[in-house]
């Protein structure tokens, strides 16, 4: 079926709650919360802490440093909007803040990227939006 799918790179769907994320996004800013009662980093910013049920403070802007948890290269686009993209890598990277998040690493060849590599956010602008990337230091 993937003559359904569509040709253009897929977008988050932002609610309620994932608004000011998305907005800091667009303005080049990735934001995090930490919960007041316990301390824990709530990623994207939310609420209720997912720890305690505690209520959060406002949202902080990230550092922006990170390093490669661990990271795959995807060979086989997953639809054809991807096709163009492929290879890429697939990277769960540790912020300096704790969270660990699910990016792409790019501005570099996928065979440069090594686990504990360190790297930074950027954006990558998707018409409207900005979708957090890593890219080498
Ligand atoms: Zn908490």
Same mark, same amino acid.
């Given at each position: 079926?993937?003559?359904?799918?569509?040709?253009?790179?897929?977008?988050?769907?932002?609610?309620?709650?994932?608004?000011?994320?998305?907005?800091?996004?667009?303005?080049?800013?990735?934001?995090?919360?930490? &919960? /007041? #009662? *316990? +301390?824990? =980093?709530?990623?994207?910013?939310?609420?209720? &802490? /997912? #720890? *305690? +049920?505690? =209520?959060?403070?406002?949202?902080?802007?990230?550092?922006?440093?990170?390093?490669?948890?661990?990271?795959?290269?995807?060979?086989?686009?997953?639809?054809?909007?991807?096709?163009?993209?492929?290879?890429?890598?697939?990277?769960?990277?540790?912020?300096?803040?704790?969270?660990r998040?699910?990016?792409?690493?790019?501005?570099?060849?996928?065979?440069?990227?090594?686990i504990?590599?360190?790297?930074?956010?950027?954006?990558?602008?998707?018409?409207?939006?900005?979708?957090?990337?890593?890219?080498?230091?």
């Amino acid at each position: 079926m993937t003559d359904s799918l569509p040709a253009t790179l897929p977008l988050p769907t932002p609610n309620a709650e994932s608004r000011a994320f998305w907005d800091a996004c667009a303005d080049g800013r990735l934001t995090f919360a930490r &919960c /007041t #009662a *316990c +301390g824990s =980093v709530q990623f994207p910013p939310q609420k209720s &802490c /997912t #720890a *305690c +049920g505690g =209520v959060t403070g406002e949202a902080s802007e990230a550092s922006g440093q990170g390093t490669v948890f661990t990271y795959t290269i995807n060979h086989r686009a997953p639809g054809p909007a991807f096709a163009a993209r492929a290879p890429y890598v697939i990277a769960l990277v540790d912020l300096a803040e704790g969270p660990r998040l699910m990016m792409n690493v790019i501005n570099c060849a996928p065979e440069d990227v090594t686990i504990g590599m360190t790297v930074r956010i950027t954006f990558e602008q998707r018409g409207e939006m900005a979708l957090p990337q890593a890219e080498p230091v």
